[in-house]
């Protein structure tokens, strides 16, 4: 039962590299969602895909870009890390039907940028 | 934008009941969710409320909507030390494929003994 698999779980960036977090679901989901979890501030929307082939921008899209890749994958991209974008990123998937289908979390990926 | 807020602590003894409240600002919310996250670990749902409900009861939970003062309430009963968690409550305003949530901030239940 893998569920929502995300790689990697840590990881440590110097300010302006690039990083790819990657994510996977076995469930057959049709929605996809990435988000950011900061002390105090709960979490917060990055992108999501509402469907394979759509992407849509959430709350706090800048300085991020993402990819569905496939139906499975979903991988968001920082292309020149900030310091502020240390946080631990989620990855959750929801199946198709009515509003009570839950989303699906991993377990998280933890980033640091120095 | 809608908001949804928590407070950020809560502290109960090993045995006593444990109630952590939520409030929301968007009256077109649909469902609302009580998600729970141990340390190290991702979001974990525990209930959800469809928004013409006023209490939902899943064994040790108690989920109670005051939908004219949009305040939401998560009650455990009989809190043991496996409850001590980050408690997140979220609001969903459409039933349709997206159906993107807002969270709260989060409550960190204690239990001590």
């Known amino acids: 039962n893998a569920g929502v698999t995300q790689t990697p779980k840590f990881q440590v960036l110097k300010t302006g590299q690039s990083m790819t977090l990657q994510c996977a679901q076995d469930?057959?989901?049709?929605?996809m969602y990435w988000y950011r979890q900061d002390p105090g501030m709960g979490l917060r929307l990055i992108y999501y895909?509402?469907?394979?082939?759509?992407?849509d921008k959430g709350e706090v899209p800048n300085g991020y870009n993402v990819s569905r890749l496939n139906k499975r994958e979903f991988s968001l991209r920082l292309e020149s890390a900030a310091p502020s974008q240390t946080s631990v990123y989620f990855c959750a998937s929801r199946g198709q039907g009515a509003g009570n289908q839950p989303q699906h979390f991993g377990d998280g990926t933890r980033l640091s940028i120095l | 934008g809608e908001d949804v807020e928590q407070s950020l602590f809560l502290s109960v003894r090993e045995g006593d009941s444990s109630v952590i409240n939520c409030t929301y600002t968007?009256?077109?919310?649909?469902?609302l969710y009580w998600y729970k996250q141990e340390p190290g670990a991702g979001l974990q749902l525990l209930t959800y409320i469809f928004s013409n409900m006023d209490m939902k009861q899943d064994q040790r939970l108690t989920v109670l909507l005051n939908k004219k003062d949009k305040h939401l309430s998560l009650r455990i009963a009989d809190t043991q030390t496996g409850d001590s968690a980050i408690y997140f409550c979220a609001e969903s305003p459409e039933a349709g494929t997206a159906s993107k949530l807002t969270f709260g901030t989060g409550t960190r239940l204690q239990v001590t003994l």
């Open positions: 968007d009256s077109s919310s649909t469902y």
């Open positions: 895909s509402a469907s394979e082939g759509t992407t």
């Open positions: 469930m057959n989901h049709n929605s």
